[in-house]
C-alpha cells in the first residue's frame, strides 16, 4: 500500500470523466497527488464512462487497454482517481497483475509519508488501519462465497481470523495512545488560553501558502513545499502584532475536495484547534482556477468539525501572479475587514494583513490601564486570578497601576460578579 517504501515507482493514473458528483475530480490536482505521493508518472488515462460497472469502476475493454499499458510502461501501480470499493480494487488488481490504489489509499500514502508527530502518525495509521480492515472483512466474504463454505476453514481462513484480530488489537493500541496525547494538548490548550492570548488559526485548502505566511509572520522555518499536504501536523508559535501585542499562531494541515471521511475523523481532534480559535485566517489561492470550489470546500470541513461560527478573515494569497492586484484590505458595510488580498512569498500586504487581524481581535479584548486602591484589593486579586494584568507597579501613595489585557466576555464576567458595570469600572478606574 505504500509508495513511499520505493518513492520513484511508475505510476498510470486512471481518470474517469463522469456526470456523476463522485466523478467530478480534478485531473490536474490528481497529478500533483500522485507527484506528491512520490511516484512518477509514466500514463494518464482518461476514461469516459458515465455508467461505471460494479466489477471493475471501468468497462473490460478499458481493462485489458490498462493490462497492455502496464506491461509496455513497466509499471509499478495503477492509481484511480475515485474510491474503488474492495473488491473493485481486487477484481483490478488480478485482471492488471499490477498493484492498484484508489484515491484514499493515496491519500492516506501521502499522509503516511508527511506525518512528523507522535500524533500525527498515530492518527494516519489508525486511518490505515480502517481502511484496510473493511477490505479484510469483504475478502473473507468472498472467500467464503467461493469455496462453498463446507469444510474449507482452511489456512486462508484462519490466517484472515487473525490477521483481523491483530486489526482490532492495534486498533485499540493506538486509540488509547491518542486519547492520552489528546489530553495533554488540551492541557496545553488550557495553559495558552489561562495565558490570555487571542488564538488565531490558519486554515485553507493544501497549497494555498499557509506556511508560508505563518514563516513569515513568525520568523520560523516550518516546511513549506509545493507539494499537496506539506503540512500534517499543526504548529503553534506566538507571535507579535504590532497594535494587538501577542498572540498565537497555529499552521494546520490543508484541506482538499472529498478528503476520505476516515482522515476527517482522524484528524479531527487536530483540526479541532482550529474551531477554538478566536479567529480564523482562511488562506486562498487568489489565481487557482478552482478557487471557488475550494473555498467551498474548506467551508464544508469547518461546518463539520463545528468552526464555522468562528470570526473569519479571508486572506487571498499570491496577488504577485494575478494582473492588476495590488494587496488591500476588503470591508464589508460597517467597515469590519472580511478580505485582505496579500503575498506571502513576496511579502506584499503584510502590514495590511496585521492591521486587519488587530483591527478583528481589537473587539474581543480590553487593552486598558487601571489605578486600584486598596479598598479594591479584591477586584485587584480577581484580576489576577484571571491573568489579565501585564505589569504592576506600587504608587507611592498605595495605589496599584495594573496593566490590563483581558479578554471582554472574561471581564464582563468578572464585573457582574462584583457588581459593577463595565462602563463604571472604565469610568473610575481607567488612567
Ligand atoms: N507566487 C506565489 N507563490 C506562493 C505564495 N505563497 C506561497 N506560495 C507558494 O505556494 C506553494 C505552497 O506553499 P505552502 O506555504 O507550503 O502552502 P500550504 O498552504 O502550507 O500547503 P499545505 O501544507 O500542503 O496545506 C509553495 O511553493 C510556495 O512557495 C505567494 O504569495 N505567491
Ligand atoms: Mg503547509
Redo the contacts with the bound molecule.
Keep these: 500500500m505504500l509508495i513511499a517504501e520505493h518513492s520513484g515507482e511508475r505510476a498510470i493514473l486512471v481518470h474517469l470523466d463522469g456526470n456523476a458528483p463522485e466523478l467530478r475530480e480534478d485531473p490536474h490536482e490528481f497529478q500533483e497527488l500522485a507527484v506528491s505521493a512520490g511516484a512518477v508518472v509514466a500514463s494518464f488515462v482518461q476514461v469516459s464512462r458515465h455508467q461505471p460497472t460494479a466489477r471493475f469502476l471501468i468497462g473490460s475493454g478499458k481493462v485489458e487497454e490498462l493490462r497492455q499499458l502496464v506491461l509496455s510502461e513497466g509499471a509499478d501501480l495503477v492509481i484511480f482517481n475515485h474510491a474503488l470499493t474492495p473488491s473493485q480494487e481486487r477484481n483490478l488488481e488480478r485482471a492488471l497483475e499490477c498493484r492498484v490504489l484508489d484515491r484514499i489509499g493515496l491519500i492516506l500514502d501521502i499522509f503516511a509519508q508527511r506525518a512528523q508527530t507522535y500524533e500525527g502518525k498515530l492518527q494516519v495509521e489508525l486511518a490505515q488501519l480502517e481502511h484496510i480492515s473493511t477490505r479484510l472483512v469483504r475478502s473473507r466474504t468472498d472467500l467464503s462465497r467461493q469455496q462453498g463454505g463446507i469444510g474449507l476453514r482452511g489456512p486462508g481462513e484462519t490466517q484472515l481470523e487473525s490477521d483481523r484480530r491483530l486489526l482490532r488489537v492495534r486498533v485499540r493500541q493506538i486509540k488509547s495512545r491518542l486519547e492520552k496525547v489528546r489530553n495533554q494538548r488540551q492541557l496545553a490548550r488550557r495553559s495558552r488560553q489561562r495565558a490570555d492570548m487571542p488564538s488565531i488559526s490558519l486554515v485553507?485548502y493544501?497549497?494555498?501558502?499557509?506556511?508560508?505566511?505563518f514563516n513569515l509572520l513568525t520568523e520560523s522555518q516550518v516546511y513549506?513545499?509545493?507539494?499537496?499536504?506539506?503540512?500534517l501536523d499543526p504548529t503553534v508559535r506566538r507571535v507579535q502584532i504590532p497594535e494587538l501585542g501577542a498572540v498565537t499562531l497555529a499552521?494546520t494541515?490543508?484541506f482538499i475536495r472529498h478528503l476520505p471521511h476516515k482522515l476527517v475523523e482522524a484528524f479531527r481532534a487536530t483540526l479541532e484547534e482550529s474551531a477554538n480559535a478566536d479567529l480564523l485566517l482562511h488562506?486562498i489561492d487568489a489565481q487557482s482556477p478552482e478557487r471557488d470550489e475550494q473555498i467551498q470546500q474548506v467551508q464544508n470541513v469547518l461546518q463539520e468539525i463545528e468552526a464555522d461560527d468562528v470570526r473569519m478573515l479571508e486572506v487571498y494569497?499570491?496577488?504577485?501572479?494575478l494582473d492588476n492586484v495590488e494587496p488591500h484590505i476588503q470591508r464589508d458595510e460597517e467597515g469590519k475587514p472580511i478580505r485582505v488580498w496579500?503575498?506571502?512569498?513576496?511579502e506584499q500586504g503584510i502590514g495590511l494583513l496585521q492591521q486587519a487581524i488587530a483591527e478583528l481581535l481589537e473587539e474581543e479584548i480590553y487593552i486598558v490601564t487601571v489605578r486600584l486602591s486598596q479598598q479594591q484589593s479584591r477586584l485587584r486579586a480577581k484580576l489576577f486570578d484571571l491573568n489579565a494584568v501585564q505589569e504592576e507597579i506600587h504608587a507611592e501613595d498605595g495605589t496599584s497601576v495594573l496593566k490590563l489585557r483581558v479578554a471582554k466576555m472574561e471581564l464582563d464576567k468578572l464585573l457582574s460578579h462584583e457588581g459593577i458595570t463595565v462602563a463604571d469600572f472604565f469610568a473610575q478606574f481607567a488612567q
Design positions: 485553507g493544501t497549497n494555498t501558502g499557509k506556511s508560508t505566511l513549506a513545499a509545493d507539494q499537496l499536504f506539506a503540512t499552521d494541515v490543508g488562506m494569497n499570491k496577488v504577485d501572479l496579500i503575498s506571502a512569498y513576496k
